[in-house]
């Protein structure tokens, strides 16, 4: 059934997908690149450290800069110039030999470009399907990413077990094999001719529409923000105070990716079903879920059972909220707020260890924990009295006159 649906898709949103596994796959460098510039490029890990945070501002730079290269030159040219970044970045770093603030420049360059690849697909999106076929895209889009980065680090391990140019070489030839599907097979301008709607969008009516978005999108920090914490609690936490192996951690990649797959699909036949909100503060109540298990049942069990809960509510918001964005914003706005949801995500990745690692060197690992717990929380609540726009539903067709026979 679901390959009905996807064979259902316009063209170049299949090979969008396609790009996206293609491209996500390939991220060889990335979750290993600590990993390099400790052991190849003699860096201590408080040098390495410091700089992979002053580079990851290029996720933020390039989650604002999406936007406006989606509007003004098309989404085919935002995704190709994303990973012709992302490439060239990752060369720099690969073949340049120099002082450590040139690694800062070229991994920000590479971080430009990956910043700039969702959003602009998410744009894409919004500009090929009706509103009807939305969640279904983005949840098959969703599950392209996750499976990439399921096999993305594998492999790269691989790669970098006989040469960190090899690891290189990888990501590199696969994000130019992703770009060159997307420039062959993706129109050059998808956006759609402006509407009525468009037009009348500029007024006060539009504006206080595009507010509401806006405060959701940022709300939805609140459950980005357990994500990307747990990303760097977890191997602490499984390491130092269970004293087990970090093999555990590779576990909880592979439990979560197995979620992904096994459920993506089935609740996106479920959404339809409910309002936004519902959605939202489900999403919520299975992120607490997950985050109370650890907090008063911290065990190996606790953390496999966790994240099956926690990976239904990843699910559901990263496919409502984006969907969201495409039902309720102007054409001509869509490409801004997707650059805005990448870019809570990208200020996650930058705040979120630093303040989780403040707390854990001065309290320990259990208020961590907590901070994990609440932040759902809140979200949950404040998702409960925004006020959300009702779902937009696909006007019915008309039927057709009866003809009286002859």
Not at 28 to 42: D, E, I, M, N
Not at 304 to 323: D, N, Y
Request: with cysteine; glycine share 8%; net charge positive.
């Amino acid at each position: 059934m679901w390959l009905t649906r996807f064979r259902a898709l316009p063209r170049p949103l299949r090979m969008l997908v396609y790009a996206s596994f293609i491209n996500r796959a390939g991220m060889f460098v990335f979750p290993l690149l600590a990993v390099y510039l400790v052991q190849s490029r003699h860096l201590s890990t408080g040098e390495a450290g410091v700089l992979i945070s002053v580079g990851s501002t290029g996720l933020l730079a390039g989650s604002l800069l999406s936007g406006p290269v989606c509007a003004r030159a098309g989404r085919r040219a935002a995704l190709v110039s994303s990973l012709l970044l992302n490439a060239a970045g990752y060369l720099g770093l690969a073949l340049v030999d120099g002082p450590t603030w040139t690694y800062a420049v070229l991994l920000f360059v590479a971080l430009v470009g990956m910043g700039m690849f969702s959003p602009a697909a998410n744009t894409l999106i919004a500009d090929l399907t009706e509103p009807g076929e939305r969640p279904f895209a983005y949840t098959v889009s969703y599950l392209a990413n996750n499976l990439g980065m399921g096999v993305g680090p594998l492999l790269g391990g691989f790669a970098a077990a006989f040469s960190y140019q090899l690891m290189f070489a990888g990501n590199i030839l696969l994000g130019l094999l992703a770009a060159v599907t997307i420039r062959l097979f993706v129109p050059a301008d998808t956006r759609r001719a402006p509407t009525a709607s468009t037009t009348a969008s500029t007024g006060r009516a539009g504006l206080l529409r595009d507010i509401d978005v806006a405060v959701l999108v940022l709300v939805s920090f609140c459950y980005v923000a357990p994500l990307i914490g747990l990303e760097y609690t977890l191997p602490l936490a499984v390491t130092t105070v269970l004293h087990s192996s970090v093999a555990l951690v590779g576990a909880v990649y592979t439990i979560n990716s197995v979620v992904v797959v096994s459920a993506s699909l089935l609740i996106e036949k479920r959404i339809k079903a409910y309002s936004t909100r519902v959605l939202l503060i489900v999403a919520g109540l299975l992120w607490s879920t997950g985050m109370a298990v650890l907090v008063f049942a911290f065990s190996l069990p606790a953390v496999l059972l966790s994240t099956v809960v926690w990976t239904l509510g990843e699910i559901i918001a990263s496919v409502v909220v984006p969907t969201y964005i495409a039902d309720h914003v102007a054409e001509h706005r869509v490409s801004g707020f997707m650059a805005l949801n990448a870019f809570v995500l990208s200020s996650a990745r930058l705040v979120v260890p630093m303040g989780l690692g403040f707390v854990w060197q001065t309290q320990g690992h259990h208020p961590v924990l907590l901070l994990l717990l609440l932040t759902p929380v809140v979200g949950m609540v404040a998702f409960a009295v925004l006020r959300i726009r009702p779902a937009v539903r696909p006007a019915p067709a008309l039927a057709e006159p009866a003809t009286a026979s002859p």
